[in-house]
């Protein structure tokens, strides 16, 4: 009898043992399936998200429609303006090749180069990459190239020359639809456009407009911007009146010339390459005369904030705003 009770309550515990574990495992089995399955939809949901923007048709420089059937994995850029755009989109670590003159961001100098104006055909159809953003200069000198591009089975996307904030916008849309970065793009824009508005907010507040003479190449071959330029844009934002400004797009003149039209801020965008580009302009003879020069007002800015179509330029209409107007803009 005491056997048998003993040998009861060993089986009877063991049971309620069982018991009691089945439940633990149980519960911690469903509740692991259950955070898994979460997790599996959200990833799902995610990539439905990513799958539903492909394949997408765009239309580029050509006009003609392009379909990209998946997203792209592998990217080179042949202008420097369409590589900082692709960088900003977060595009950095599909990049596989870039111009020769792509320097920013400082990412962009540890890619491979991959020509110019001139394409380096060779080492592109090497790397074969999904996308080639490339330019119109190309299209127009280099078309049965980019024909071979797109044999190998790159596709080619041509990107026209922008010439107003309202192009550079177009272009991100652009290559932000190409890439799947569409949301990207959107959110980038309107950065750009919110900036540029309170830019143009503040210079309401402007009641003696300054004349502004922009310096693009400095002598004897003197280049400035008018009409339909970057630079002729953004000093209209800030209300300020480009010195050249019954001129059309990018111009040459004479110091004589110069000196008639009397600006009271001098810009020059070379210092990159010329020394002192501030005191080689005070110096020169004939313009002790100039505002601009009795004032002091002369002024480098960074050339590819406010030329390079990129964005960037968004920066330079602000640099452009402190400088001909700090009493509003500091």
């Known amino acids: 009898m005491k056997q048998l009770w003993k040998k009861w309550s060993i089986i009877t515990l063991i049971m309620a043992m069982a018991i009691l574990a089945g439940c633990g495992m149980n519960g911690t089995d469903t509740n692991k399936q259950s955070s898994g399955e979460v997790n599996e939809t959200a990833a ?3 990539q439905g998200t990513e799958a539903k923007q492909f394949p997408v ?7 003609e429609e392009i379909v990209i059937e998946a997203e792209p994995e592998s990217i080179i850029s042949l202008q ?12 950095g670590d599909k990049m596989v090749g870039v111009s020769d003159y792509c320097n920013y961001p400082q990412e962009a100098l540890e890619v491979e180069k991959v020509g110019a104006q001139d394409m380096n ?34 596709t080619v996307i041509v990107i026209g020359s922008e ?5 550079v916008y177009e272009t991100i849309d652009l290559i932000g639809t190409a890439t799947g970065k569409k949301a990207e793009a959107e959110e980038l824009v309107s950065d750009m456009k919110e900036r540029l508005e309170t830019v143009k907010e503040k210079a309401q507040a402007v009641t003696d407009k300054k004349k502004v003479w922009v310096e693009v190449s400095p002598a004897p071959d003197i280049f400035t911007t008018g009409q339909g330029t970057f630079m002729h844009e953004m000093l209209e934002s800030i209300q300020a009146e480009n010195a050249a400004g019954d001129q059309e797009g990018w111009v040459k003149m004479t110091e004589e010339e110069i000196v008639h039209l009397n600006p009271d801020v001098i810009v020059t965008t ?5 020394e002192s580009p501030r005191e080689a302009v005070m110096t020169r003879d004939g313009w002790a005369e100039v505002p601009a020069i009795k004032s002091g007002e002369v002024h480098d800015v960074d050339s590819d904030m406010v030329t390079r179509p990129g964005p960037r330029l968004i920066e330079g209409v602000e640099t452009l705003a402190k400088i ?7």
């Open 44 to 46: 799902n949901e995610e």
């Open 57 to 63: 048709t765009i239309k580029d420089e050509t006009g």
């Open 80 to 91: 420097a303006s369409s590589t900082e755009i692709s960088y900003a989109l977060g595009l």
């Open 121 to 154: 055909v060779e080492r592109i159809l090497t790397l074969l990459p999904d996308i080639a953003l490339v330019t119109d200069y190309h299209l127009e000198t280099h078309a049965e190239i980019l024909s071979q591009f797109e044999e190998a089975g790159i």
């Open 163 to 167: 010439t107003s904030f309202d192009d």
């Open 270 to 274: 070379y210092g990159y390459y010329v």
């Open 324 to 330: 001909v107007y700090p009493e509003i803009f500091n």
